[in-house]
Structures are given as structure tokens and as C-alpha cells.
């Protein structure tokens, strides 16, 4: 087997454990909003968990998180410290709520120690740091295992789309086959969503999904609740 075709296999599976459910950084534990939607019966069923899924995913996730994940990317590969403190607080400032907040800054935490622990050194400075996010540590994983910067984005969206399905299962309720269908759906969305993110200029990075915004706000004290606020 050829050198070339060794570095494929291997950031391929790279991406694989980067975007699996199994990293242990504690995102099953949240909903992003979605639990109070269920409870507001603005979700119901599989057509209209589909809807939000799909509709996350070609809009706030595509024209924010996505060109925010790229240019994150290119300053960990240009050691570029002033663009990742930039990127990293427009991408906290782009979170509409305190619960959407605290959630990135916590998985971004909590994947700078597991870097840590896997020798990718420049994490650590990020354990503490008030603007670390999810995307900042994914993009540093990315970057220095040498995943292609569109498989790594498409991968961050796809674990995304994943964990809102098994919270979905647990929440309308749904069976598996339905989440199937719906991951099935992300599946057909999700290059676009990439591509599309990825042309944008810096000035038209930015979208607000108001019901995301009101749910994920409203769920940080919902009475009951299986998901952490």
C-alpha cells in the first residue's frame, strides 16, 4: 500500500474517532433547546424533528459553524494565536442563549483535556480558557491529524446531527428506524450545507434560529428535564 493511501486510511479514521458518539466529552447530556421544544409541542413526530434537524443544519450550522470551524482550521495550520482568540469569541458571541454558551464552552473543555491526553500538546492552553469551544478543539484535532478541512466538516456535522437524533429518540419519543430515516435526511444535506458554508466571506458569517434561541433559553430553568442546562 502506497504512503498516500496509508495518510487516507488514517485521517479517515482519525475522523471517525473525532466524530464518534463514544468521545467522551459529555454531549449526550445536552439537547441544544430541543427538550423544551418536545415539551412545547413544537416536536411531535418524525416529520417535524426532521424539519428542525435539517433545518439547523442548512442554516445556523452551515453559516456559522462551518466557516467559523474553517478559519479556526487554517490558524491552527498558520499557528496564527490572534486569529483562533478571534474566531473562538465570534463563534461564543454567535450563541444565542447562556445555555448554548456554557455547552460549547464545556465540550470545548472537555475535548482540550482528551487532546491533552492524546499528545496534541497545544490544547492544554485551552482547558481554561473562556472562549474554548467544541469547534476550536475539533478544528485543532483536524489540523494536526491531518483530516482534510471538508471531511472534518462535514464529520462535525454529522456528530452534531447524531447527537440531536438520540436525544430525539429519547425525548418525542421515536423508535430507531424513525432516527434512521432522519440521520438518513442529514446525510443528503450535509455536503451542501458544507459547501455552502465554506464559500462564505467573513462578512456574511452570522444567522439567528430564533426558536433554537427561545427553547435552548426557556429550557435553562424548564421544571423537568432529562438534559443539562
Known sequence: MSDTYREIDASLLRLMQLASPALPIGAYAYSQGMEYAVHAAWLRDETSVEEWIVGLLRYPLSRVDVPVLARLYLAWETNDSEALRRWSARLRACRESKELQDEDRHLGTA???????????????????????????????????????????????????????????????????????????????????????????????????????????????????????
Open 111 to 229: 475535548l482540550a483535556r482528551l487532546l491533552r491526553g492524546l499528545d496534541v500538546e497545544e490544547a492544554a492552553a485551552w482547558i481554561d480558557h473562556p472562549c474554548a469551544s467544541f469547534a476550536t478543539l475539533f478544528s485543532l484535532a483536524a489540523a494536526r491529524w491531518r483530516i482534510p478541512l471538508e471531511a472534518a466538516a462535514q464529520g462535525y456535522l454529522w456528530a452534531w446531527a447524531e447527537n440531536q437524533v438520540a436525544a430525539a429518540i429519547k425525548l418525542v419519543p421515536l423508535g430507531q428506524t424513525a432516527g434512521q430515516r432522519i440521520l438518513s435526511r442529514a446525510v443528503a444535506v450535509i455536503p451542501a450545507a458544507v459547501r455552502d458554508g465554506l464559500a462564505l466571506g467573513d462578512e456574511d458569517i452570522g444567522f439567528v434560529a430564533q426558536r433554537l434561541a427561545v427553547g435552548s433559553a426557556l429550557h435553562e430553568d424548564q421544571y423537568s428535564r432529562l438534559f443539562r442546562s
